[in-house]
Structures are given as C-alpha cells and as structure tokens.
C-alpha cells in the first residue's frame, strides 16, 4: 500500500523559513525518486523539486531555485523540503510524491499540507 505523509506546515510571515517532511512507505520509497509539488488556490499542482530517478542529483522549479532544499533520510523513509526567504506566492498546500520528470509517477497523492506566508 502506498502511504505518504507529509507534515511541518503552518502559518508564518514572508522571509521565514519552514521544513516540511515527507514520509513515504518503504515500497514507494524504494522504488521511486520522490519529489514536491504545491496548489495555490485557486491554481493547479505544480511542481516544486525532485531528486532525479538515480538520486544523484536534484532539480528545482525556478520560482523556487536557490531558495528550497529537498533532502532525504534513507533510514527514516523521509524527504524534507527546507524552504527559505519565504514568499507570500509561496502559500499552497504541498504535497509529496514519487517522481517522473515533473509530474507525479502513480498520481498518488498524501493529505497536503499547508503553508500559508503572511506579507
């Protein structure tokens, strides 16, 4: 059974910075490079940021190039997203999935969660 879980969202102010997790299940995890997509309101899911599929190396939406990190705890089955000098355009539920290319592999999707940046 595939089970993401993603966590760490909340309110803060434009410049801040917040951590999100991902914990996805072995099998998924094992299987699939894992990324970071967001839904603003009212907009569709975009793509924030990936390992690519051997794990050698990470790629990143230019809206948020230099400013986001995707990391990963092989051993906990866990992607972070560390994201800096957040933006008011920053606020959407993020949610986390396997990868291809730019698009999510299996269109499997956990609950989000929200980040909302105050200007």
């Known amino acids: 059974q595939v089970q993401l879980v993603e966590s760490g969202g909340g309110l803060v102010q434009a410049g801040d910075s917040l951590r999100l997790s991902c914990a996805a299940s072995g099998r998924i995890f094992s299987t699939y490079s894992i990324g970071w997509f967001r839904q603003a309101p009212g907009q569709e899911r975009e793509f924030v940021a990936a390992?690519?599929?051997?794990?050698?190396?990470?790629y990143y939406a230019d809206s948020v190039k230099g400013r986001f990190t995707i990391s990963r705890d092989n051993a906990k089955n866990t992607v972070y997203l560390q994201m800096t000098s957040l933006k008011p355009e920053d606020t959407a539920v993020y949610y986390c999935?396997?990868?291809?290319?730019?698009?999510?592999?299996?269109?499997?999707w956990g609950q989000g969660t929200l980040v909302t940046v105050s200007s």
């Open positions: 999935g396997p990868v291809k290319g730019y698009e999510n592999a299996l269109n499997v």
């Open positions: 390992f690519s599929w051997r794990g050698d190396n990470t």
